[in-house]
């Protein structure tokens, strides 16, 4: 069974910084392409950013580009999102997924997701 958990989500300042954790179990993350979305308030989920297996190439969304970083540790079975320079539209729940090998940036072709852990950044 394939279980994605979220974690390091909280209230954070303008212009903080924040790690999120998404530690997978039933699959392993090298072999996936893994990837970050967040939905805010009356919002579409929105995708982040992602990494593909293997090589791990990333990709970043427009928002986001030169203030998030995606990594992966193989050996955690662990992917990581560290967010810089935070502003208060960053503010949302941010959802880990999963799918086989490559990037994608629509949500309808992530296989598997995480419950959600929730960002707040006052200003």
């Known amino acids: 069974q394939v279980q994605l958990v979220e974690s390091g989500g909280g209230l954070v300042q303008a212009g903080g910084s924040l790690r999120l954790s998404c530690t997978a179990s039933g699959l392993p993350v090298r072999h996936y392409a893994m990837a970050w979305f967040r939905q805010a308030p009356g919002k579409e989920r929105e995708f982040v950013s992602a990494?593909?297996?293997?090589?791990?190439?990333?990709n970043y969304g427009d928002s986001v580009k030169g203030r998030f970083t995606i990594s992966r540790d193989n050996g955690k079975n662990t992917v990581y999102l560290q967010m810089h320079s935070l502003k208060p539209e960053d503010t949302a729940v941010y959802y880990c997924a999963a799918r086989t090998l490559y990037i994608n940036v629509e949500e309808l072709n992530y296989d598997y997701w995480g419950q959600g852990t929730q960002v707040t950044v006052s200003s």
């Open positions: 990494i593909s297996a293997r090589i791990s190439q990333s």
